[in-house]
C-alpha cells in the first residue's frame, strides 16, 4: 500500500525552500525519520514550493508550520541539487530571521498524522554539529570544513548522496 507521504515525495522532482537560522553558534534543525541510510537526518526548516506562492512566502509559511515561529526571510544562501534512487530536489537555501514566537515541532499538514516524518526539533551547536555523523545530517554539510561554513556557502551545489544506492 503506498503512503501519502511515498506518493508526494518519491520519484518526482521537487522544488524546496530551506532556512538557516543560528542563533549565536547554534543552528535550528529538524530531525526527518525515514530518511537517509542511517534512518534519520538532521535538516534545516522548509518544504516544498507550490505554483501559486513565491519562494519567500513558502518559506514563511513552512517555517510557521514546522517550528511555530514567524521569521523574515534574508539573503540567499545557495541551491543544492538532491538525487538519489527515491528522491530527486532543487533546494534553495536562504538566511532567516527570528521576527517572534517560541519555538515547538509542528507537522507537515500535507501528510497524516501517522505518516509525519518531523520527530524532533534542536538548536544544535556548530561543534556538535561537526562531530555528528555525515549520515544524519542533510547533505548540504557533507562539504563544509566546519558547519559554521554554511552561512558563508555560495553558489550551486550538487552535495554528496545521504541514502544508499
Not at 538525487?83 to 530536489?89: I, M, V
Not at 555523523?133 to 554539510?141: E, R, Y
Request: aromatic fraction near 10%.
Amino acid at each position: 500500500m503506498e503512503t501519502v507521504s511515498k506518493e508526494l515525495y518519491e520519484h518526482k522532482v521537487r522544488v524546496r525552500v530551506c532556512g538557516i537560522l543560528v542563533e549565536g553558534s547554534k543552528m535550528l534543525l529538524l530531525k526527518h525519520e525515514g530518511v537517509g541510510s542511517a534512518g534519520f537526518i538532521w535538516s534545516p526548516p522548509g518544504g516544498g514550493l507550490e505554483f501559486d506562492q513565491n519562494a519567500h512566502s513558502t518559506l514563511v509559511k513552512e517555517f510557521k508550520e514546522e517550528t511555530d515561529l514567524t521569521i523574515e526571510v534574508g539573503d540567499f544562501l545557495f541551491v543544492n541539487e538532491y538525487k538519489d534512487d527515491r528522491f530527486h530536489a532543487i533546494e534553495l537555501f536562504f538566511l532567516v530571521k527570528k521576527i517572534e514566537g517560541d519555538e515547538k515541532l509542528g507537522f507537515d499538514p500535507e501528510v497524516p498524522k501517522n505518516e509525519q516524518i518531523l520527530t524532533e526539533m534542536r538548536w544544535i551547536d556548530f561543534e556538535e554539529l561537526k562531530k555528528m555523523p555525515k549520515a544524519n545530517l542533510h547533505n548540504i554539510f557533507s562539504e563544509l570544513d566546519h558547519p559554521s561554513m554554511i552561512v558563508e556557502s555560495s553558489g550551486f551545489y550538487k552535495f554528496g548522496s545521504i541514502s544508499k544506492k
